[in-house]
């Protein structure tokens, strides 16, 4: 007779244990795999394991200007597409946080439909309109297909927070005499600065990443993910671009482990792109 | 200030359009602005021996997508390499959900909603970059197979008909691998969210009523995970559609919709094809989310 196992909620069967610590694996294997290549003293193949390790990449990565002007420029368009992000995000969010009014549903279907389509449609679409108006491509259009979604994703991290405050809050600050101004300043502002903060940081590292959209809107600039897109098809240098690699990552954590930190006590695995 | 206070508590509607009118006139303009250009010129036909875009109105275009066995071929293949990755990231993903909101406590669970959390928000490009690496035919992968004396197994793969090819790097299978990794945390993320929301007293009275584990995982378990992986799969399919960076950085010479778009904007200049193409996604999108709307995938979000 088969002996009936009780259900026990706290012991995995080991299929599910080891799906779960392989799946982590697969997850992550890739990235450390190319933090390890960018130190092999191996320049020509893909080889593995590396025969020896060096630092020499690190070095010739740092002298090279055209890498230095890709960095400085998608770090100017993240700033800049950061801030009309988090202007504009705060404003819409604010308003359709509690408002009821005709035509709000399809407002907030309309704020999220840059993340909900693919990439390549706001793409192609700016540049179906640019084409259309004769724009030409630039740092502006560059960061305004990148506000467009950098928007989005302010909008969702200050509207959950806003979402979450009690009404009662901003009644009470009220009822106690509290002008508008006061209530925002002592009331909402407070409750909502660690969303808009994480939300502008998560902006940032999308924005800075962004090579999808950018490819359409960018012309002839060059952010860095488009450095990196070209020197995929033309493996010259592929040692500096293990390096530009590793350093890309490290730009984009690290305001990503600070969003995660600030919008971590109430909202724990929120931070949905 | 007082007054301007009182004056928009007094007049709400006053108040949300002063919020309201910069980001909308932004979007407005910006985006929902340029989707029209982009749907406008898909009307737009090209002509064939000047190679000019003809500035009228015309169905032409789409006529040429929909006839021509070449555009019908993009379209079928990326909608069949979407359903395929969206089934085998739900498969991938259970096991890590499972655990991660049902077994793990405290610092596991933590660390697994970091060690998920951390590889979507890595660079998207830096780890194509290391897929590319991984799957040469030189790479780690071939290595670890032939270091197992495998090295059979991985050749009879890439032998097989369709999804073979030359090497891992220029196959459907090492784009399938690719895509599955790349939009695997963004299944794992909702399916989580859906299985913590699963009562604990459920699986008791499960369990009580005689269930063994294996049965109450299908029978009580997997239904209410199915709005998160409804919700999962909205991102794994709308994701794979679109995208055009991994199918020509990763895998065989068959196009894709999204690089059908890219090259037909860029070096064939035709962009009412181009535009004509990328309406395809939109559709099909808005298609899966009718029918994930019925599994609950709006709720799991």
């Known amino acids: 007779m088969r002996s009936r196992a009780r259900y026990r909620p706290d012991r995995p069967s080991w299929l599910i244990r080891g799906g779960a610590f392989a799946g982590l694996a697969f997850m992550h294997i890739p990235v450390l795999i190319i933090i390890l290549y960018a130190f092999t003293t191996e320049d020509r193949t893909y080889q593995f394991p590396p025969p020896g390790l060096t630092l020499r990449w690190f070095h010739a990565a740092f002298a090279r200007s055209d890498i230095w002007q890709s960095l400085s420029l998608s770090l100017a368009v993240a700033a800049c597409a950061t801030t009309l992000a988090l202007i504009l995000g705060t404003l819409a969010a604010f308003a359709l946080a509690r408002s009821r009014f005709t035509g709000k549903d399809a407002l907030t279907v309309l704020f999220v439909l840059p993340i909900a389509l693919p990439g390549i449609i706001t793409g192609i679409a700016l540049l179906a309109a640019m084409k259309l108006g004769g724009i030409d491509a630039s740092f502006l259009t560059i960061v305004a297909g990148h506000a467009t979604f950098c928007l989005v994703i302010v909008y969702n991290n200050v509207v959950a927070r806003l979402r979450r405050l009690p009404a009662s809050w901003v009644e009470a600050s009220m009822d106690l005499g509290a002008s508008g101004s006061q209530t925002l300043r002592y009331v909402l502002l407070p409750q909502v600065a660690t969303a808009f903060l994480a939300g502008g940081m998560l902006a940032f590292a999308l924005s800075f990443d962004e090579i999808i959209v950018t490819i359409f809107t960018a012309g002839k600039e060059r952010t860095l993910p488009i450095w990196f897109f070209n020197e995929l098809f033309r493996p010259r240098d592929r040692p500096v671009t293990n390096v530009v690699a590793v350093i890309v990552m490290a730009v984009t954590l690290v305001p990503i482990v600070l969003a995660y930190y600030l919008t971590r006590p109430d909202d724990e695995h929120e931070t949905s792109r | ?301």
């Open chain 2, 1 to 301: 200030m007082r007054t301007l206070s009182t004056f928009f508590w007094r007049r709400p509607y006053w108040y949300l359009a002063l919020l309201l009118v910069p980001p909308l006139l932004w979007f407005g303009t910006v985006y929902l602005g340029s989707l029209l250009a982009l749907l406008w010129q898909s009307f737009y036909s090209i002509d064939d021996f000047t190679a000019q875009v003809v500035r009228e109105p015309t169905l032409a275009t789409y006529r040429q997508l929909v006839t021509q066995p070449a555009n019908v071929d993009v379209v079928v293949r990326t909608a069949t390499m979407a359903i395929a990755v969206t089934l085998a990231c739900a498969i991938i993903a259970l096991p890590i959900a499972t655990y991660m909101a049902r077994y793990a406590h405290g610092r596991v669970k933590a660390f697994f909603y970091v060690g998920v959390m951390l590889p979507m928000w890595t660079s998207y490009l830096v780890k194509v970059y290391a897929w590319r690496q991984l799957l040469a035919k030189e790479g780690i992968i071939a290595w670890f197979f032939s270091k197992l004396g495998l090295a059979g197994v991985l050749d009879a793969a890439l032998a097989m008909p369709a999804i073979g090819g030359p090497s891992l790097s220029s196959s459907y299978l090492g784009m399938f691998l690719v895509f599955v990794y790349m939009w695997l945390p963004f299944m794992i993320l909702p399916m989580a969210a859906a299985l913590e929301r699963v009562p604990a007293s459920l699986l008791q009275a499960s369990a009580d009523l005689g269930a063994r584990p294996a049965q109450t995982f299908r029978n009580v378990v997997l239904p209410l995970a199915v709005p998160g992986i409804a919700a999962g799969s909205v991102f794994t399919f709308s994701l794979t559609l679109g995208d055009y960076i991994i199918p020509s950085v990763v895998g065989a010479p068959g196009y894709f919709i999204g690089m059908m778009v890219y090259v037909q904007q860029g070096t064939a200049g035709n962009i009412p094809l181009a535009a004509a193409f990328s309406v395809v996604p939109i559709v099909l999108i808005f298609v899966y989310l009718s029918i994930a709307r019925r599994f609950g995938a709006f709720d799991a979000l």
